[in-house]
């Protein structure tokens, strides 16, 4: 399999309660390489051009205002189905659906304040490393 990049986000909720190591050393258990890493504020032009998608969305404001409400660490992770891999790590989007072993199992909260995003494909990941990262800030 190819070696991919994808994008994380380890969002408010857990940064508040201090998981940031909790959440890194599942991902580096997994296999994946924490390649580029910064906490920031995420301010809230940067959070409406993340989840541009989901624009419509009923939850869109919810979601934005969670996602300026305190500090973020976006990542980028490095490893064979980078992509694929991550999202499997994270568990499903509903904390109360995710398998056993899983970040959001064991941490999220509930379906907003689900502790981490991951890319969910090759394009969006490109998209999203390229919103926050310059290509010296990645170091492989
Ligand atoms: P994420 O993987 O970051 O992508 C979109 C986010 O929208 C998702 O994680 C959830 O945090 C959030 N989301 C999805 N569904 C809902 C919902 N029903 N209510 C609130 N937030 C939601």
Not at 81 to 108: E, F, L, N, W
């Amino acid at each position: 399999m190819a070696i991919e990049r994808t994008f994380s986000i380890i969002k408010p909720d857990a940064t508040a309660r201090n998981l940031t190591g909790a959440v890194n050393a599942i991902i580096e258990k997994a296999g994946l390489r924490i390649v580029a890493q910064k906490r920031i504020r995420m301010s809230r032009e940067q959070a409406e051009t993340f989840y541009a998608v989901h624009k419509a969305r009923p939850f869109f404001g919810e979601l934005v205002d969670f996602m300026i409400s305190a500090p973020v660490v976006v990542q980028v992770l490095e490893g064979e189905g980078a992509i694929a891999k991550y999202r499997d790590v994270m568990g499903a989007t509903d904390p109360s659906k995710a398998a056993d072993g899983t970040i959001r199992k064991q941490h999220a909260k509930s379906i907003g304040e689900n502790s981490v995003h991951g890319s969910d494909a090759a394009e969006t990941a490109a998209i999203e490393i390229a919103q926050f990262f310059s290509g010296n800030e990645i170091v492989g």
